[in-house]
């Protein structure tokens, strides 16, 4: 168990990085320019969106950091969060693969590991949620008391 607490606290700084990431996108990607074109209310649903985004990544970062042994535990509501998490960011790769453009992340690739230019790798987020996944899965045998 105590590497599964090391590798989830790893995930907890990914998650620090990807949300901090989040700071750079507005600059990188012209959000300014390119949200001027768009009707208020889709500019005003995209700010929201974005910092709620940022703010769920952030809650899973807190809660990898100060539940890191629930988590690992693979009981109750600890395996289930895990799961949860290991879900959102499972769905997350194959978004940025198939439906973000290509262009952008040929523009942005940095040798196929973590941070691209503000951003994160999709196997970034595979790693993270295989993580989460094998969490869930320790314990399986174990008394649900």
């Given at each position: 168990m105590r590497a599964h607490l090391l590798l989830l606290w790893i995930a907890g700084f990914v998650q620090v990085?990807?949300?901090s990431a989040n700071l750079?996108?507005?600059a990188k990607l012209n959000y300014r320019e390119n949200l001027s074109r768009v009707s208020?209310?889709?500019?005003?649903?995209?700010?929201?969106?974005?910092?709620?985004?940022?703010?769920?990544v952030l809650?899973?970062?807190a809660v990898t950091f100060g539940f890191a042994?629930?988590?690992a535990s693979g009981r109750g509501l600890g395996?289930?969060?895990a799961g949860a998490i290991a879900v959102f960011w499972l769905v997350r790769v194959p978004v940025q693969?198939?439906?973000y453009d290509a262009a952008l992340r040929r523009?942005?690739?940095?040798?196929?590991?973590g941070l691209h230019g503000g951003r994160v790798s999709p196997g970034c987020h595979l790693r993270r949620s295989l993580l989460r996944a094998r969490t869930v899965s320790v314990g399986r045998g174990n008394d649900r008391s």
């Open positions: 990085a990807i949300a750079f996108l507005p208020p209310i889709i500019r005003q649903i995209f700010v929201v969106h974005s910092a709620y985004i940022v703010g769920v809650m899973f970062a042994g629930d988590l395996r289930f969060l693969l198939l439906y523009e942005n690739r940095s040798g196929g590991h």
